[in-house]
């Protein structure tokens, strides 16, 4: 059994248990860099095939785990990286924390809207789009060790062998289907994910090289939004950014510096239309 395959597995275990520097990328080469398994409006079923890359040098796994807060800004659910895991002030957590020490049932409920949740990000490749490079493929924690990063590990277990090897790996089929919500709305679900067969990386040596040295890592992908920026959303503000002191502001502050405010570009999330937390009111 090979070092990666060990360190996967192992990893995997701790995550089933129960809970108790980038570089200048513009925003279209950003689009590009997300792999969401999501079909668009319209289809109701479908298949994306990948091949998930292996670990960059000095890491274990192909994955990383990282916590975003999901929440609603400017009337759009967005993912925002949460600043406690690195040891920093997190403003939505305080929010959260708040809500939980009044006493109040509802209060403890409306906590849950806070709380940052567990995602693995993986570095792939996506077949129908190998022009576009490396990818990102950002994947939501299960609760109930039934979500795509489960599904994955399934196979690796079933299999008893490193899918992401570049010469004898497998690229892997993703089955989606629309499925609607008790409260009207619809989202992608992943059926099944299928191993294919063994095939190298890529034929193509040059190909496949190119693809093994990149070293864009996850923080390439999703930025961190400053404290400001957090401080805003918490307080139900829909911060701004502003020119002349080269930060977002919010409230009063962004009424005073009107004229010197503005909105940034937005990047849409290309997963929001995932399904939902089992404790998250959307």
Known sequence: MSNVLEAALA???????????SQKISSEERLKMYFAAILPKGQTSGMKRIRILPPL?????????KYFHEVQVDKKWVKLYDPAQDGERSPLNEVGDAL????????????GQYK?????????????????????????HSLKNDGAYNKIMDLIKAKKEDITDPNTGRDVTITL?????????????ITSIIPEDRAPLSENEEQKNLWLSNQLTWQDAYSKKP?????GVAEGYVPKWNDKIKKYVYGEEAEVLLGNTSSTTTLPDPQEDDEADENLPF
């Open 177 to 189: 289907t629309v499925i609607k919500n008790p409260m009207g709305g619809e989202y992608t679900a």
């Open 11 to 21: 990893q995997y275990e701790k995550n089933t248990q129960p809970s108790s520097s």
């Open 57 to 65: 040098e000095g890491q274990d796994l192909f994955w990383t785990e």
């Open 227 to 231: 404290v400001e920026y957090l401080e």
């Open 116 to 140: 940052a949740r567990k995602f693995y990000i993986l570095r792939v490749i996506d077949r129908d789009n190998e022009q576009d490079g490396v990818k990102f493929w950002r994947i939501k």
């Open 100 to 111: 939980k020490m009044t006493g109040s049932e509802a209060d403890r409920k409306l906590a």
